[in-house]
């Protein structure tokens, strides 16, 4: 029954306010069972008696012995103990064989109530009036404890009874109220939950209190998370179809041209197998790039960060890219003198770099040229790799490093263009060093891609 989060709330706070009633019920019980209102008739009684004893006493002369009697028969005509006090003292008692009178904190009030105890603790109630000669009269009356039937009776307790249950009505609809604003908020969360992780599931709306609107705002996150990577499998899945498929046919048809002897001449034999010699590395140069992602994916490559030259770095892949551009006609420049010592992954930086210069010497067009810059600020290595080339359509640029993206569908597969992994593969291992990598671009005035290294090695 209670199983639901908005019936446990609902319960938590309905206990809640029952403890709250219950304990202001019990205080005010304590405070009618102390009341000075309700031993008013006792203390008037008591007034009274000393009033007619008064009386009495006006314009006549009693000897003290005829005062005794008439306190006497004053107490067995009101039931009310009477006592004679001096200095503290019990000088004279209607009731002599009761418990002796404490007088030695008397007079004093006990919770707005006169009261003074026996030897025996009793709590009497009395009133005092006091003679010329120092002399004192008390008038007094044992306390009795209340019946709780008679604390029921009170004026004062129907009212609060009425008062309590209205509280109580009031904060019960106002605790489901409650309930009802923080759970509501919950349940389109949990339907969500439960049609993931199908694509066409839509961010629940925000609402509730703040607690529940954070709870709300990381399921969206991880929903558009969830939602992403399940387009990225599907497009890595279709992707990789398609980059294999056209290898696979050319190797498959000039195969079989070689089996049955179209290809009958050394010169078209020898054509066929270069072809499927060619088609093969792509395959192998992508199979290997989809395993250097995945492993990067799963957190299984590690970074052995050291200290490096980075200048030297430089100059060594120019130098692999040298003798390539200069058969294509193309500068191939490096401007890094001076640079600070990098904490990083040699190897992997190498590879960053490999990449962005194959890519630039792919597109820079013959007396082209091509430039690596390196310097340092701030605690931060910037090293840019300029190209005079064809450059990149704005369209293309905001996906430039997503997988498989190649921003010139027409030509895929030809020579100069890969599988579009290697942008990628340059991201990850620069975020993987704690960096960034970006790119600016002008059609038909070249590339510029420019990579950010912290030089403290702050790798993720």
């Known amino acids: 029954m209670f199983s639901s989060l908005r019936a446990r709330l609902w319960l938590s706070y309905a206990i809640l306010v029952c403890i709250a009633l219950g304990v202001a019920a019990i205080l005010f019980l304590f405070y009618l069972w102390q009341d000075p209102v309700l031993y008013r008739p006792t203390l008037e009684r008591l007034s009274a008696v000393q009033t007619v004893i008064q009386t009495r006493l006006d314009g006549s002369a009693f000897t003290s012995?005829?005062?005794?009697?008439?306190?006497?028969?004053?107490?067995?005509?009101?039931?009310?103990?009477?006592?004679?006090?001096?200095?503290?003292?019990?000088?004279?008692?209607?009731?002599?064989?009761?418990?002796?009178?404490?007088?030695?904190?008397?007079?004093?009030?006990?919770?707005?109530?006169?009261?003074?105890?026996?030897?025996?603790?009793?709590?009497?109630l009395y009133s005092l009036t006091e003679y010329p000669d120092g002399t004192g009269l008390l008038a007094l009356a044992p306390r009795d404890r209340l019946p709780l039937l008679a604390l029921l009776r009170n004026d004062l307790f129907a009212p609060f009874v009425r008062g309590g249950l209205l509280a109580m009505i009031f904060s019960l609809l106002l605790a489901y109220w409650i309930a009802h604003w923080v759970s509501?908020?919950?349940?389109?969360?949990?339907?969500?939950?439960?049609?993931?992780?199908?694509?066409?599931?839509?961010?629940?709306?925000?609402?509730?209190?703040?607690?529940?609107?954070?709870?709300?705002?990381?399921?969206?996150?991880?929903?558009?998370?969830?939602?992403?990577?399940?387009?990225?499998?599907?497009?890595?899945?279709?992707?990789?179809?398609?980059?294999?498929k056209t290898p696979l046919t050319s190797i498959q048809g000039f195969a079989q041209a070689i089996l049955d002897g179209t290809a009958d001449s050394p010169e078209s034999q020898r054509q066929s197998a270069q072809i499927i010699y060619n088609e093969s590395g792509r395959m192998h140069r992508m199979v290997l790039d989809l395993l250097d992602l995945a492993r990067m994916d799963s957190g299984m490559t590690s970074l052995e960060m050291l200290p490096l030259d980075m200048a030297a770095l430089l100059n060594n892949v120019a130098e692999k890219f040298e003798p390539q551009a200069r058969q294509m006609g193309i500068r191939l420049e490096v401007g890094a003198a001076g640079l600070p010592v990098l904490v990083g992954d040699g190897d992997r930086l190498s590879q960053v770099f490999t990449n962005l210069v194959d890519n630039a010497l792919k597109f820079t067009p013959r007396g082209g040229q091509i430039r690596m810059e390196a310097q340092a600020a701030d605690g931060w290595l910037t090293v840019s790799v300029t190209d005079t080339g064809q450059g990149i359509p704005p369209e293309a640029q905001p996906h430039i490093f997503d997988r498989f993206y190649q921003a010139d569908e027409s030509r895929q597969g030809g020579e100069r263009h890969g599988a579009g992994l290697g942008l990628a593969i340059c991201r990850e291992i620069v975020e993987a060093h704690g960096g960034k990598i970006s790119v600016r671009s002008q059609p038909g005035r070249g590339s510029t891609f420019t990579v950010e290294l912290p030089l403290d090695g702050r790798a993720n």
């Open 184 to 244: 509501r908020p919950l349940q389109p969360l949990v339907n969500a939950s439960h049609q993931m992780p199908y694509a066409e599931v839509q961010p629940v709306r925000v609402s509730g209190p703040r607690e529940v609107q954070d709870v709300l705002r990381a399921f969206n996150a991880m929903l558009r998370r969830v939602q992403a990577n399940q387009r990225a499998q599907k497009d890595f899945v279709a992707n990789v179809s398609h980059e294999l």
């Open 65 to 124: 012995r005829e005062f005794e009697t008439l306190l006497q028969r004053a107490d067995a005509a009101f039931d009310v103990r009477l006592a004679l006090v001096r200095d503290k003292q019990v000088v004279f008692d209607t009731r002599p064989n009761a418990a002796r009178l404490n007088l030695n904190r008397f007079p004093r009030l006990d919770r707005n109530l006169p009261l003074v105890r026996d030897a025996d603790g009793q709590a009497w």
